[in-house]
């Protein structure tokens, strides 16, 4: 089973685009701040991310902390949801936008409710697995916003040095 798991991450993987970390990369660089919104396990992808951010040192929140401020214009939304269907989700890109926030949604459906409302999708390859629910997305997914921290990192001269000063004292 687990050679199985591995190869159809694998497969997925080998189908991100250069161009979606480019197009990444550009958005997080314009963005005074960066919000991460996701439900679920695409929720904790979200998490991963945000932290990493904060790592990198660049201002990230969490969508629905007590310490997320109000989204504005000039800010970065990142929204993953692998259906692209999640009301939630949704109803946050809208308040997003109507804000005049950029929206980036990650996900592994191209044309829904929550597409529709992205400045730039950032498709994830999945196809049928052998595992339950969106654990293929979700797994894909973290294994691309990883790589585009390591990539953002190299590009920006951040070494491991300096986001380990901005790393938890408290744990």
């Given at each position: 089973m687990e050679d199985k798991i591995l190869q159809e991450i694998t497969d997925s993987a080998?189908?991100?685009?250069?161009?979606?970390?480019?197009h990444l990369a550009s958005c997080v660089r314009?963005?005074?701040r960066i919000f991460v919104v996701g439900t679920g396990r695409s929720g904790l992808i979200g998490r991963c991310f945000a932290v990493r951010l904060r790592h990198l040192g660049i201002e990230s929140y969490i969508v629905g902390e007590t310490v997320c401020p109000s989204i504005k214009r000039g800010d970065l939304l990142v929204a993953i949801s692998s259906s692209g269907k999640k009301k939630t989700v949704i109803d946050i890109a809208e308040t997003g936008k109507k804000a005049g926030a950029k929206v980036v949604v990650i996900t592994s459906e191209k044309n829904t409710s929550l597409t529709r409302l992205?400045?730039?999708?950032?498709?994830?390859?999945?196809k049928s697995s052998v595992q339950f629910g969106g654990s293929l997305f979700e797994q894909v997914s973290l294994i691309f916003l990883d790589t585009f921290v390591e990539r953002?990192?190299?590009?920006?001269?951040?070494?491991?040095?300096?986001?380990s000063k901005r790393h938890t004292n408290l744990e």
């Open positions: 080998k189908g991100l685009k250069e161009q979606d970390y480019r314009k963005a005074e992205s400045d730039h999708t950032i498709l994830i390859p999945v953002f990192r190299k590009q920006h001269g951040i070494s491991h040095q300096d986001m």
